[in-house]
């Protein structure tokens, strides 16, 4: 072949090309158009289906009167609107208690207790707390109901209040990585709280006054 008949066939072959490329790239921005299109309209929808489900979540609540439903408040169903996650943490703060995460074995939020004094007042309140949320904590695979600790080794290892569904038998579990170290049992929950706060706690000696950076 010649050259000029190289070159003819070259730019014959680039022309097609070019056409070729131009089509793909008008379906591309088509296609690209109908994404935006349909992005908007999810957008849309979601922002719709959140409304629906608050003003669903403040229907139920209001439908339990005094007594809230805590399976449902303690559910980590992600679905949910805020006002769940709301009431949840306003009505263990009453009891002296915290929630955050979720707890993916069983699902449900991450239910926790700290100390901030060494009062016999605040032991007292969350004792009177666990005993009161502990029956809507669903159990793990080994049929242990928890509660995690707020403590100021936190990040050295996780300490968790244990009770066993079946038997009620207590104790505190120390975790490192995700693995059980240790665990110490207890003849009750109250005793499991005073070691808890004694030996796993940055308590002021001053009941009432609570130390800075203690509560997550």
């Known amino acids: 072949m010649t050259q000029p008949a190289r070159k003819k066939e070259t730019a ?76 949840a943490r306003d009505g263990l703060e009453r009891l ?51 509660i995690s600790i707020c403590q100021p080794q936190r990040d050295e290892f996780a300490l968790s209040l244990m009770v066993d569904a079946r038997t009620q038998a207590v104790s505190v579990m120390k975790r490192v990585y995700g693995r059980e170290k240790e665990r110490t049992a207890f003849p009750g929950l109250e005793a499991a709280l005073r070691y808890i706060r004694d030996i796993h706690s940055d308590t002021s000696i001053d009941a009432g006054i609570v130390e800075p950076g203690l509560m997550p």
């Open 12 to 87: 014959t072959q680039l022309e097609l090309l070019e056409a070729e490329l131009s089509a793909a790239r008008k379906v591309t921005a088509r296609y690209r158009a109908a994404m935006e299109k349909a992005e908007k309209r999810l957008d849309a929808a979601q922002a719709s289906q959140a409304d629906v489900q608050y003003r669903y979540d403040c229907a139920l609540v209001a439908s339990w009167g005094d007594t809230p439903d805590w399976l449902t408040l303690l559910d980590g169903d992600e679905s949910r609107s805020s006002v769940m996650y709301e009431l």
């Open 96 to 146: 002296g208690l915290g929630t955050s995460m979720i707890n993916m074995e069983t699902g449900q939020r991450v239910v926790w207790l700290g100390f901030s004094t060494d009062s016999e007042a605040e032991l007292q309140q969350k004792l009177h707390g666990v005993q009161f949320i502990l029956p809507f904590v669903k159990a793990g695979r080994q049929g242990q109901r928890e």
